[in-house]
């Protein structure tokens, strides 16, 4: 297995853009879940989907962000508009356990 | 959700010296999980300790739990240039569905 796959990489972008982080989970996990990292605040998690629902998004900053997961190997994070502070890189994790397997990141720069 | 804090925030060794580090965390839990991230990667899982376990080994690691003080920490023996990372302790919660809560992370430096 490939394990997590998240695209692109890297995304650098203008202030006031939208921005969409994909993600294909393991085959199989049933559980996905968005995190965002940076040096001043860590490793926050965003939201959480089991079996395709979100659980909790109680992590996601505000409205301009939203995530879908329309089916078992796909997810995406949205950002509209994106800002400056919104620059950091961000996890997609998937699970079937309690054991979390996480992707390689995106690294987003909002300019 | 809960969030498990680590303790030292960095740490710099020799190669050859065991490195610890501890994770504090607030309300019970069911278990506890111990990552690892290399620069520029993405997290790693390295080891989990469920709530009736006190110790757990798995090569060079070693995590110990303890419930009453709640806190749990990593011993990494005979440490090498390739441990140079940073470690997270994740706690989940007692309330049924798994949602996992990271720390802010050990950075471990070993030097050769």
């Known amino acids: 297995d490939a394990g997590v796959i998240q695209s692109p990489r890297h995304e650098v972008t203008e202030m006031g853009q939208e921005v969409t982080l994909r993600c294909k989970p393991i085959?199989?996990?049933?559980?996905l879940f968005w995190y965002r990292q940076t040096m001043m605040r860590g490793l926050e998690l965003l939201i959480y989907f089991n079996n395709n629902v979100p659980i909790d998004d109680s992590g996601m900053p505000e409205d301009r962000f939203s995530a879908k997961m329309p089916n078992a190997s796909f997810s995406t994070l949205k950002i509209q508009p994106s800002e400056p502070r919104d620059s950091a890189v961000y996890f997609c994790a998937s699970s079937w356990s309690d054991e979390q397997f996480f992707g390689p990141g995106t690294r987003l720069t909002v300019l | 959700s809960q969030q498990g804090e680590e303790d030292p925030q960095a740490l710099s060794i020799q190669e050859g010296e065991n490195a610890t580090m501890n994770c504090s965390y607030k309300?019970?839990?069911?278990?506890l999980q111990w990552y690892r991230q290399n620069s520029g990667r993405g997290l790693v899982h390295l080891i989990l300790i469920r709530s009736n376990e006190r110790e757990k080994h798995s090569g060079r690691l070693r995590v110990t739990l303890d419930t009453s003080k709640k806190s749990s920490s990593l011993l990494i023996t005979a440490s090498r240039a390739a441990d140079t990372a940073s470690y997270f302790c994740a706690t989940d919660d007692t309330r049924g569905s798994y949602i996992p809560t990271f720390g802010r992370g050990t950075s471990l430096i070993v030097h050769p």
């Open positions: 085959s199989g996990h049933n559980s």
């Open positions: 309300t019970s839990i069911n278990n």
